[in-house]
């Protein structure tokens, strides 16, 4: 089971005559959050292990007891309680738990490569990297997860695949709350273009002559300069165009109430005028099509 949960790795511990392990998880649509209550062991997701079987996604972990020690790359950073931390499947890494008494706690959340909110650039510099889970957006993150394992059992399949956009939701903005405090402070004038940018496209997001020329020229400036401003956050503004696009898209296809609408209307709705065009799409960022997504998140008749 542990292995369904994470991905198949080495163990070594010092309670293995004693080693008496509880694991919880519940299922948020594509989404599978876990919490662990364990003693201290020494975990290796080895290159070989990575070849025989890869579930390809992305590890949110949280530690709520004891401290832990990860290794992967060139990083490595130690976790105590309160911390978050990112970690890829398909790269190797060492995960070393240890409790001064008792066992080690802690949650984690495995999340598809291709619904992870950030890019796979943006998301390898956050790797092995601690992010606090006992402050702003950190801390709803936490409390999120930590109150979904909680209630398991009392959610219904809608309530579910809702889960499924909200934890998604607070995802997307720890991880960009820390990419942001990366870039180098802007001036004021060029933070106020970039968001008032942002906010054209979300206002005109469903429009299919929506293209980054067109949004320069909206805010007097170049397409070069606009190119520049979204260079700076690691993306284009066709890649962020594109990005929300797709995002809307997927909510309407996982949303009950929308079940009815044909999946070429959705695409419509958010400004993809090509059918043909919108699956290529889909399948390149996710990994299936608007119809396999569909039915994944789809809430069973009574």
């Known amino acids: ?35 662990f209550d ?58 070393v738990l240890r409790a001064e008494s008792g066992n ?29 889970g006992r402050t702003g957006t950190g801390a709803l993150t936490a409390a999120h997860l930590s109150g979904l394992l ?27 709350q820390r990419l942001d405090f990366r870039q180098p ?18 206002h005109h997001l469903g429009d299919p002559a929506l293209t980054p020329g067109r949004i320069a020229a909206a805010h007097n400036v170049s397409p070069r300069t606009l190119e520049r401003l979204f260079r700076t956050h690691e993306t284009t503004p066709a890649a962020w165009i594109r990005t929300r696009r797709l995002d809307r898209c ?10 009815e609408r044909p999946i070429h209307a959705t695409a419509a709705r958010w400004g993809f005028a090509s059918p043909a065009n919108f699956t290529r799409t889909f399948r390149a960022a996710y990994g299936i099509s608007p119809r396999e997504w569909q039915q994944l998140t789809a809430v069973p008749e009574a």
């Open 38 to 95: 364990q003693p201290g062991l020494e975990a290796r997701r080895t290159a070989r292990l990575i070849r025989r079987s890869d579930p390809d996604v992305y590890h949110l972990g949280l530690i709520t007891r004891g401290t832990a020690w990860l290794v992967q790359g060139d990083r490595s950073a130690v976790l105590p309680a309160g911390t978050l931390v990112l970690v890829d499947s398909s790269r190797p890494y060492t995960n």
């Open 150 to 176: 909680a209630h398991a059992g009392q959610y219904s399949p809608l309530d579910t695949a809702r889960l499924a956009t909200v934890s998604l939701d607070l995802i997307s903005a720890l991880l960009s």
């Open 104 to 132: 080690v706690r802690g949650l984690t959340v495995s999340i598809p490569r291709g619904l992870l909110p950030v890019s796979a650039r943006a998301a390898e510099s956050l790797l092995a990297t601690p992010m606090s």
């Open 250 to 259: 997927r909510r309407d296809l996982s949303d009950p109430l929308l079940r």
């Open 1 to 35: 089971m542990v292995e369904r949960i994470v991905a198949p790795f080495e163990i070594h511990s010092d309670h293995t005559a004693e080693f008496d392990a509880t694991i919880h998880a519940v299922e948020a649509g594509p989404l599978l959050v876990a919490s």
């Open 185 to 202: 402070s802007q001036a004021s004038d060029t933070r106020v273009l970039f968001e008032r940018a942002l906010a054209y496209i979300q």
